[in-house]
């Protein structure tokens, strides 16, 4: 599923391409993905100039002159593309959603499992929304720090991993993140989050920052359906020092001196990576 740095590096590009272009046609080729479309969709983003273009956990969110706000979920296989303006376009099976601006250009949303979600709500009110209420501060923004996640990390008695995949704690960070932040870190995952101390939530708080910022620099990273809003794909995969590596030989810059492998755990049905000798 994207993560931060890629629904990230997608409303850039969208930032690029469509921020202050206008809807000339709304095309909602299906029913639904995995809940129903709005039923008034089409009619909220018709002819409306998109005013901003942001981000907010997982979601890319276009904000639109009408008051509306058009909201986008990846899910687990979901891209979008802009085409270049007045490119012809063949429109294929999981192409579910499409928009044409008066520029020229089309956005195409495309999912081939359906787990994503588009809708639209009213800009004003949107925080208020099931889906946002009860989302954590963004990680790199001035309200999440290290003081705020050692509090934080006190009152759960859960695995930091699973600690980090709570988005009621920090939005946006995913499995591939929360294991290249832990590794960075030095901290176990199987660690039980209240026994982190102040000074190792300091380090966790750098990590994730710095992991975050450069996955973000580098485009996000690749893993099968995830590219570009321009089609081009993210590298920051070349980059994981755990995630996916599970036997391989870890970094020489490891604390195990590149000789460990690195291992892989499932927690919550979900695969972590790490090194048992750099973290503890």
């Known amino acids: 599923m994207p993560e931060l740095p890629e629904v990230e590096t997608v409303c850039r590009g969208l930032q690029q391409t469509i921020e202050r272009d206008t809807i000339i046609h709304t ?24 005013q901003t273009i942001r981000r907010r956990s997982k979601y890319a969110l276009l904000d639109l002159a009408n008051g509306k706000t058009l909201v986008i979920h990846l899910g687990m296989s979901g891209r979008v593309l802009v085409t270049e303006p007045d490119q012809p376009i063949t429109l ?64 759960r008695k859960s695995n930091i991993k699973a600690a980090l995949l709570d988005q009621k704690l920090v939005a946006g960070i995913g499995n591939i993140y929360a294991s290249e932040a832990l590794y960075e870190a030095g901290i176990h995952p199987q660690r039980i989050s209240n026994t982190i101390t102040q000074d190792e939530c300091a380090s966790l708080y750098r990590s994730v920052c710095d992991v975050l910022s450069r996955a973000i620099d580098a485009g996000g990273s690749s ?21 996916g590596r599970e036997d391989e030989q870890c970094r020489a810059n490891c604390a195990c001196g590149g000789k460990g ?20």
């Open 92 to 155: 294929e099976k999981h192409d579910h959603f499409v928009l044409k601006f008066e520029s020229g250009r089309h956005m195409i949303y495309t999912d081939a499992r359906r787990f994503g979600m588009i809708f639209s709500h009213d800009t004003q009110t949107l925080n208020d929304h099931k889906l946002f209420t009860n989302i954590g501060p963004e990680p790199l923004s001035n309200h999440f720090n290290s003081d705020f996640l050692f509090k934080a990390l006190q009152k």
């Open 223 to 243: 893993l099968k359906d995830y590219k570009h809003a321009d089609g081009n794909m993210g590298y920051f995969q070349h980059n994981f020092a755990v995630y």
């Open 261 to 280: 492998r690195v291992q892989k755990i499932v927690q919550s049905g979900r695969s972590t990576y790490f090194c048992a000798t750099k973290q503890v």
């Open 27 to 50: 095309n909602v080729r299906r029913a639904d993905l995995r809940i129903p479309f709005t039923p008034t969709l089409a009619a909220d983003t018709q002819n409306q100039k998109v």
